[in-house]
């Protein structure tokens, strides 16, 4: 059985009607286990256990309504589903309180409790999911703080292991939202220099005119209003770690002041003649082609040198789209915290739509997406819904629309294959296409998307 594959636990005392049921799940290809006592059914409704319960509510012994409070004690996000045959409606209201995920009334078409438990079983892989996800994001502890089991993030995360505790200087290349800050926390967390500070600095945004009293200090009477002295961040960084982002954005003259410091490790004050060294582990980052920037007389190429002694590369996120799941997940379980909203229902056709994009803003705009998602104010796929006037026939078309492009692309602008994917027939699929008046000349002999 594979990880959050969900059983049935189903308990009915009629020997009868408990062979018809578990035959029922079997046919709908649920794994099921079935007791004729609700004592017995508890040894396999444990927290966190992938099941959903279905149960009759007349039993010898202890009854459905208790078994279903006991279930709400040990794990009240496990869905239990009470079957009756007495039509109490007093009960069925009651049930709901207590935290039933539904109530089912004999007889029954089977067809009908097949997809109240279909629903209830998805519930359950969700729930299991987001639990697993949410520890290990508890658990994150620098590199483990870096989401995604792609290829790509693998290497990132063997490197900065293997990285974490020297004292090699690192540039990390990719583009703007891929993580490259996380990626910097992540060797200063990994390695002996975690309890120092690790100063981050924006190259790009600090002033010329600023430059030498934010990063080497100073010392009273070094300009008008300068009365006390006042350490640099690159002093501030001794000890710990010094994180350089968006270098490409320093000034040449700050690059020759920069490099000196590199080099030496030491600073010197504005104000002052003492030199002060520095014991600090530099990480830069840039979101440009650093050697080209050299190459056209953008950057200095000493500069360059001494930065790049070990480059970690960042892949965009549409080149490690199976990654998009996980992140999403983990970005709405932050989300929900940090807004004090419950976690939404995350479908396969959410995911689907979310894979299907570029992500031009990266792991960032993908963030910003589940926030959004959870405050209620944005939909996947549907970006008519933002609009109050759009009916429920424009949202659903919007989205279809969205699917058939993705499965096109995804495809090569193979009908028949984006047909199968979608499971449509193909001259389904060919209605659609000309009723959406989409151009197959956009998807010709495009590659397949991995």
Same mark, same amino acid.
């Given at each position: 059985?594979?990880?959050?594959?969900?059983?049935?636990?189903?308990?009915?005392?009629?020997?009868?009607?408990?062979?018809?049921?578990?035959?029922?799940?079997?046919?709908?290809?649920?794994?099921?286990?079935?007791? +004729?006592?609700?004592?017995?059914?508890?040894?396999?409704?444990?927290?966190?256990?992938?099941?959903?319960?279905?149960?009759?509510?007349?039993?010898?012994?202890?009854?459905?309504?208790?078994?279903?409070?006991?279930?709400?004690?040990?794990?009240?996000?496990?869905?239990?589903?009470?079957?009756?045959?007495?039509?109490?409606?007093?009960?069925?209201?009651?049930?709901?309180?207590?935290?039933?995920?539904?109530?089912?009334?004999?007889?029954?078409?089977?067809?009908?409790?097949?997809?109240?438990?279909?629903?209830?079983?998805?519930?359950?892989?969700?729930?299991?999911?987001?639990?697993?996800?949410?520890?290990?994001?508890?658990?994150?502890?620098?590199?483990?703080?870096?989401?995604?089991?792609?290829?790509?993030?693998?290497?990132?995360?063997?490197?900065?292991?293997?990285?974490?505790?020297?004292?090699?200087?690192?540039?990390?290349?990719?583009?703007?939202?891929?993580?490259?800050?996380?990626?910097?926390?992540?060797?200063? /967390?990994?390695?002996?220099?975690?309890?120092?500070?690790?100063?981050?600095?924006?190259?790009?945004?600090?002033?010329?005119?600023?430059?030498?009293?934010?990063?080497?200090?100073?010392?009273?009477?070094?300009?008008?209003?300068?009365?006390?002295?006042?350490?640099?961040?690159?002093?501030?960084?001794?000890?710990?770690?010094?994180?350089?982002?968006?270098?490409?954005?320093?000034?040449?003259?700050?690059?020759?002041?920069?490099?000196?410091?590199?080099?030496?490790?030491?600073?010197?004050?504005?104000?002052?003649?003492?030199? #002060?060294?520095?014991?600090?582990?530099?990480? +830069?980052?840039?979101?440009?082609?650093?050697?080209?920037?050299?190459?056209?007389?953008?950057?200095?190429?000493?500069?360059?040198?001494?930065?790049?002694?070990?480059?970690?590369?960042?892949?965009?996120?549409?080149?490690?789209?199976?990654?998009?799941?996980?992140?999403?997940?983990?970005?709405?379980?932050? +989300?929900?915290?940090?807004?004090?909203?419950?976690?939404?229902?995350?479908?396969?056709?959410?995911?689907?739509?979310?894979?299907?994009?570029?992500?031009?803003?990266?792991?960032?705009?993908?963030?910003?997406?589940?926030?959004?998602?959870?405050?209620?104010?944005?939909?996947?796929?549907?970006?008519?819904?933002? /609009?109050?006037?759009?009916?429920?026939?424009?949202?659903?078309?919007?989205?279809?629309?969205?699917?058939? /492009?993705?499965?096109?692309?995804?495809?090569?602008?193979?009908?028949?294959?984006? +047909?199968?994917?979608?499971?449509?027939?193909?001259?389904?699929?060919? /209605?659609?296409?000309?009723?959406?008046? #989409?151009?197959?000349?956009?998807?010709?002999?495009?590659?397949?998307?991995?």
């Amino acid at each position: 059985m594979t990880e959050h594959a969900i059983r049935v636990v189903y308990v009915e005392d009629d020997d009868a009607v408990r062979a018809a049921g578990r035959q029922t799940f079997a046919l709908a290809d649920m794994a099921v286990i079935d007791f +004729a006592r609700a004592e017995a059914a508890l040894a396999e409704l444990g927290t966190d256990r992938p099941v959903v319960l279905v149960t009759d509510v007349r039993l010898p012994g202890m009854d459905g309504m208790s078994l279903l409070r006991r279930v709400a004690e040990i794990d009240p996000d496990l869905p239990v589903i009470l079957v009756t045959g007495h039509g109490d409606v007093g009960m069925a209201v009651e049930a709901m309180r207590t935290g039933a995920y539904d109530f089912i009334e004999k007889p029954f078409a089977p067809e009908h409790l097949v997809e109240v438990v279909g629903r209830a079983m998805e519930k359950r892989r969700l729930v299991l999911e987001n639990r697993a996800l949410k520890a290990r994001l508890a658990q994150a502890d620098g590199p483990g703080g870096l989401i995604g089991d792609s290829p790509q993030m693998q290497n990132v995360r063997r490197l900065v292991m293997e990285l974490g505790d020297t004292d090699v200087d690192v540039l990390i290349e990719g583009e703007t939202g891929t993580g490259k800050e996380r990626v910097a926390r992540g060797l200063h /967390d990994a390695g002996r220099r975690r309890d120092g500070n690790f100063v981050a600095i924006n190259c790009a945004a600090l002033p010329e005119s600023v430059f030498e009293s934010e990063m080497f200090g100073v010392e009273p009477g070094a300009y008008t209003g300068a009365t006390r002295s006042r350490a640099g961040k690159i002093e501030h960084a001794s000890g710990g770690t010094l994180f350089l982002d968006e270098i490409e954005g320093m000034a040449l003259p700050l690059q020759a002041k920069l490099l000196r410091v590199l080099q030496e490790r030491v600073v010197e004050r504005l104000g002052a003649n003492r030199l #002060i060294p520095v014991d600090c582990r530099v990480v +830069a980052a840039t979101k440009l082609d650093l050697k080209a920037e050299v190459a056209a007389g953008r950057f200095r190429a000493d500069l360059y040198y001494r930065l790049n002694v070990v480059t970690i590369a960042l892949p965009p996120l549409r080149a490690r789209r199976e990654d998009i799941p996980q992140l999403f997940t983990a970005f709405c379980l932050q +989300a929900a915290e940090r807004y004090h909203r419950p976690q939404p229902a995350l479908s396969p056709a959410v995911f689907d739509w979310l894979m299907g994009q570029d992500w031009p803003g990266n792991v960032r705009e993908l963030q910003h997406a589940a926030d959004r998602f959870v405050l209620g104010v944005w939909r996947p796929g549907a970006e008519v819904a933002a /609009d109050e006037s759009a009916g429920l026939a424009q949202r659903l078309a919007a989205f279809e629309h969205l699917l058939i /492009d993705n499965a096109l692309r995804d495809c090569g602008g193979d009908v028949a294959a984006a +047909a199968e994917h979608l499971a449509v027939p193909r001259k389904t699929l060919y /209605d659609k296409i000309a009723r959406f008046g #989409i151009d197959m000349a956009a998807y010709r002999g495009a590659e397949a998307r991995p």
